[in-house]
Nanobody
Framework: EVQLVESGGGLVQAGGSLRLSCAAAGFTSDRYAIGWFRQAPGKERERVSCFSSWDGSTDYSDSVKGRFTISSDNAKKTVYLQMNSVKPEDTAVYYC???????????????WGQGTQVTVSS
């Protein structure tokens, strides 16, 4: 069973930075796609970013492109989301997600993390 454990959420001022981490355990394949979704209160869950272990390609939503950067330590099966120039609208619960199909974007998620809260104050 795949387990995803997120960390790094918290409170940050607008314009600041935050880094989220997601450690994957129990995932034996070397080919997968892993990334992040977020869900703000009263809104649907939306894709944020994705990393493919197969070819190293990445994917970003338009709302975070140029501000967020996803990276991965494949040996540790850990993915990071560096969030720069954050805005109040980035406030949400951020979920780590992984799928066995190693192509971004994430469309067939097999496992989810428990979520980590990110709050951006104005």
């Amino acid at each position: 069973e795949v387990q995803l454990v997120e960390s790094g959420g918290g409170l940050v001022q607008a314009g600041g930075s935050l880094r989220l981490s997601c450690a994957a355990a129990g995932f034996t394949s070397d080919r997968y796609a892993i990334g992040w979704f977020r869900q703000a209160p009263g809104k649907e869950r939306e894709r944020v970013s994705c990393f493919s272990s197969w070819d190293g390609s990445t994917d970003y939503s338009d709302s975070v492109k140029g501000r967020f950067t996803i990276s991965s330590d494949n040996a540790k099966k850990t993915v990071y989301l560096q969030m720069n120039s954050v805005k109040p609208e980035d406030t949400a619960v951020y979920y780590c997600a992984v799928q066995s199909w190693p192509v971004c974007p994430l469309r067939s998620v097999g496992s989810w993390g428990q979520g980590t809260q990110v709050t951006v104050s104005s």
